[in-house]
């Protein structure tokens, strides 16, 4: 029983109705499904910030943003 209720959100009916309620599906076969329902994500990096120690600096240290 716990196995099976631990395979259930990655089966295509869950993640229809993952999508049908606003959340975005999370297997090959959902996000497919779901083309054009949710905007494009655009993933970024710490160097989109100036690095690790610009980071470090500007957020993290005293007065940081």
Do not use: L
């Not at 295509?12 to 993952?18: I, T």
């Not at 975005?24 to 993933?43: D, N």
Request: hydrophobic residues 40%; aromatic residues 16%.
């Amino acid at each position: 029983m716990a196995e099976a209720f631990a395979r259930f959100p990655v089966s295509p009916a869950a993640q229809r109705a993952f999508v049908v309620h606003g959340f975005r599906p999370v297997t090959p076969e959902g996000t497919s499904s779901a083309k054009g329902k949710f905007p494009e994500i655009k993933s970024f990096t710490v160097v989109s910030f100036g690095g690790w120690e610009t980071v470090k600096t500007k957020f993290f240290g005293k007065g940081g943003d």
